[in-house]
Nanobody, 121 residues
Framework: VQLQASGGGLAQAGNSLRLSCGAS????????MAWFRQASGKEREFLAL????????DYADSVKGRFTISRDNTKNTGYLQMNSLKPEDTAVYYC???????????????WGQGTLVTVSS
């Protein structure tokens, strides 16, 4: 499975962005998909996960109520809708996929290259 994240850019605080994660490979639709982010000088942080059919979704407390994860298996694409953005959301955002799910990076075998989100105040 190969993943490619896109949709990052510059946004003002309070505005929205939608990230996409395009996947290639036959196994993608059966995998968990997740989003992580890494701010400068900080460790990579779990944000959200979704299982293969969308029946299980979990969020980190830091983004719950503001971010929404979704996926369209017919398009082999996952999404992260980010609303009410804050300057502290500035980071490189990564999508990941794997068979196990969970909040730990080690649960995911496949990673996108990252897309930078910068939120100005």
């Amino acid at each position: 499975v190969q993943l490619q994240a896109s949709g990052g850019g510059l946004a003002q605080a309070g505005n929205s962005l939608r990230l996409s994660c395009g996947a290639s490979g036959r196994s993608y639709s059966g995998y968990f998909m997740a989003w992580f982010r890494q701010a400068s000088g900080k460790e990579r942080e779990f944000l959200a996960l979704i299982n293969s059919n969308g029946g299980r979704i979990d969020y980190a407390d830091s983004v719950k109520g503001r971010f929404t994860i979704s996926r369209d298996n017919t398009k082999n694409t996952g999404y992260l809708q980010m609303n009410s953005l804050k300057p502290e959301d500035t980071a490189v955002y990564y999508c990941a996929a794997g068979p196990l799910g969970g909040v730990n990076e080690g649960a995911y075998f496949y990673w996108g290259q990252g897309t930078l989100v910068t939120v100005s105040s």
